[in-house]
């Protein structure tokens, strides 16, 4: 796994990789040899990685598309495989938290849509895009991404946003069942808290450290963390693994 071509020429599309998790996801890759689509809504965010990438002598494209669009996931792949080639590696990492935590019996049928839409449809629609070719192909690879707020949920997880997650999972397992027999691995990832760009500035300084005393290994997660997890997932070190749930949660994640 130290090696710089892990991923050598493989055609990667990482969703929601304008920024943050993605973003470090991305980089990493590249950095790892595989040829990487960028995706997102943020057209100079996604420019920006794409050039740090180039920079670092990887190799990207940045395609703008709305994930919750079949149209528009769907156009996105055709032109990915028109300029990179087959899509052998998917992280679908698209997602978010567009409500705040509250009462269930409180929360609108919008602010439910946009959640449920937000995470599990987003990644729904990236798999239902790129599975087929991957059976047709008989090899494949795709990585989820879920979140401790599905793995134990508490009174400050948005109920939409958990259940969404949750969600992410049981597709994940589902997708790995009916697509194994076509050498096509699925994987989640399900991080805790993650100090992203985002994160660092929402999140005051005095909350960070109460939350670092939440977590065993006494720190927060960084995109790094979850980046090291994909890479290994999407790495033939990990050929016989599929269908599983990776907490990368400093510990604070405990599932008997």
């Known amino acids: 796994m130290t090696s710089t071509n892990t991923l ?17 996801i991305a980089r990493l890759f590249a950095q790892q040899g595989a040829k990487v689509a960028l995706h997102g809504r943020d057209t100079a965010a996604l420019a920006a990685v794409k050039k740090e990438i ?51 019996e409180e929360m609108s049928e919008e602010a439910w ?27 494949g690879n795709i990585i989820t991404i879920s979140s401790a707020a599905a793995r134990r949920p508490t009174v400050r997880s948005p ?42 500035q929402l999140i005051p300084s005095a909350q960070q450290t109460a939350l670092v005393d939440q977590h065993p290994l006494k720190r927060l997660g960084t995109p790094e963390d979850v980046a090291r997890a994909a890479l290994f997932l999407a790495s033939d070190a990990a050929g016989w693994i599929s ?3 990776l907490d990368v949660a400093g510990g604070s994640v405990v599932v008997r």
Not at 8 to 22: K, Y
Not at 116 to 131: G, P, Q, R
Not at 170 to 179: D, E, G, K, N
């Open 159 to 200: 109920a939409a946003y958990a259940a969404a997650k949750a969600g992410i999972e049981l597709l994940t397992q589902m997708v790995a069942i009916q697509a194994g027999p076509f050498n096509v691995r699925a994987n989640c990832i399900a991080p805790e808290t993650i100090l992203t760009e985002r994160n660092q």
């Open 243 to 245: 269908a599983t749930v």
């Open 8 to 24: 050598a020429n493989r055609v990667a599309v990482v969703t929601g990789s304008s920024r943050g998790i993605g973003a470090g």
């Open 113 to 139: 849509r946009a959640g449920v839409d937000a995470n599990l449809t987003a990644t729904f629609l990236s798999i239902k895009s790129v599975l087929p070719g991957m059976k047709q192909r008989r090899a």
């Open 54 to 104: 180039a920079q670092g002598g990887g190799t990207a494209i940045a395609v703008p598309a709305d994930a919750t669009s079949w149209t528009e996931i769907e156009e996105m792949r055709r032109r990915i495989e028109g300029e990179l080639g087959p899509v052998e590696i998917l992280v679908a990492n698209a997602g978010g938290n567009p409500t705040a935590p509250g009462p269930i």
